[in-house]
């Protein structure tokens, strides 16, 4: 069995269907996935302006990670969750959209560039935590995240137009 030929099995199950076809539901998912999307993304973004000494410059980069990260976290879950359910509600149309496939590749980087991060640079942050010079490997997945970060959204927006 194919993938899309999954997917079409899966598009076609009574509860994918009662998600799609829901006046209530569907729109409860959608609004969860984007506002949790802003918690999260949101928040990060704020570490990586920290990392990149653009915001945030009194405050120590472990300092800025913790608060973050205790929101960051949670909302990264619920947008991963509800993500999931949207693909199930349409997964032959979203399977085949490219800028989904974009999207899901996207957030792969974005994971590999997060553990690099905390494998790399983050066992020693404190040499440099608040000092004015972070290391270039840290600035560079600061640098990568929000780009990364800023097509995983606009490649959101986009697959849910080409629906």
Known sequence: M???SWCH??????????????????????????LALSLSVGLIVMFDL????????????????????????PGFSIMFVTG???????????????YFRVKMLLLVLLG???LVYQVKFY???????MSDTIPAGARTTAVLSLVFWTVVIACGRLTAYEL
């Open 2 to 4: 194919s993938i899309v």
């Open 9 to 34: 099995w899966l598009q076609n199950t009574a509860w994918a269907t009662g998600i799609r076809q829901s006046d209530i539901l569907f729109p409860l998912i959608e609004g969860s996935h984007i």
């Open 50 to 73: 920290r990392l990149l000494r653009w915001a945030f410059r009194t405050e120590a980069v472990s300092k800025i990670m913790h608060q973050v990260m205790a929101w960051a976290l």
């Open 84 to 98: 999931l359910l949207l693909f199930f509600a349409q997964p032959e149309k979203v399977y085949t959209n490219n």
């Open 112 to 114: 590999i560039n997060a």
């Open 123 to 129: 066992p020693a942050m404190a040499e440099w935590d």
